[in-house]
C-alpha cells in the first residue's frame, strides 16, 4: 500500500473565519466633498444620518443666504423708490375761500381757528380777518366771549377784538391776513399777506362790506 497521502479537503478554519476583518484607517475626507456626498446620497435616496444632518445644515444654510440676497435687494428697491419720492411736506393752503359776507355777524367767528389758524372779524366798517398767533412766542390764544377779549393760554396775553394787545407780556398786537372778494363774491384769504399793526390800514387787510 503507498504511502502516498491522500488530499483532503481542508476544513474551514472556524476560529479564522469568525474574526472580524480589520477596517484600514479611513483618509480624512474635506467638508466639501462630504456635502457633496450628502447630496449625491440625498438624490439617490441614500445616506447614513449624519449624511441627512448635513443636508438639512446645507438647506438651512442656503436659505439664510438666499434671505440676505432677498433682503439687501428689497432695501435697494426701498431706497430707489424713496429716491424717486422724495419726502415732501404738504402744509394747509395758504389763500381760501371762507364764505360770503352775509355769512358774518357782527363779532368774531371762530369757526376757521382749527383749520386755518384764523378768527373772521366782522366791526362796523366791514370784515378784517386776525391771524390767531400770539406775538409773544406763537401760541393759539381762545377766544372768550364773555370778557369780549382772546387769551392766550400760554403765558397770559390778552388781545381786544381788533387784535390789540392789553394784558401780558405779548409785544405787540395781532397779525392781520390779505383778504379780498372774488368774482362771486366770496371772500378769499391770504395768509402768505399779513399785516402787522403799522399796516392795518392797507386796503387788502380788510373788506368794506
Ligand atoms: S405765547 Fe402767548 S403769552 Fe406767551
Redesign the pocket.
Known sequence: MSSASVDTPSQPDSTTSKSSPTIPPQPLVPLRDRLLYSNKARTQGAGTGEDRDLTKDVKSRRKIVWGMVFGFIGAMTLASVKFFFPRVLFEPKTRFGIGFPGDFAMGVDTRYQAAFRIWVVRDAQGIFVLFAK??????T?DWKETDNKFK??????GFDMEGVNFE???PRPLDRTMVELDASGEIIVDKAVLFPYEQWGDPRARVNV
Open positions: 400770539c406775538t409773544h412766542l406763537g401760541c390764544p392766550c393760554p400760554c403765558h397770559g396775553s401780558g407780556p405779548a
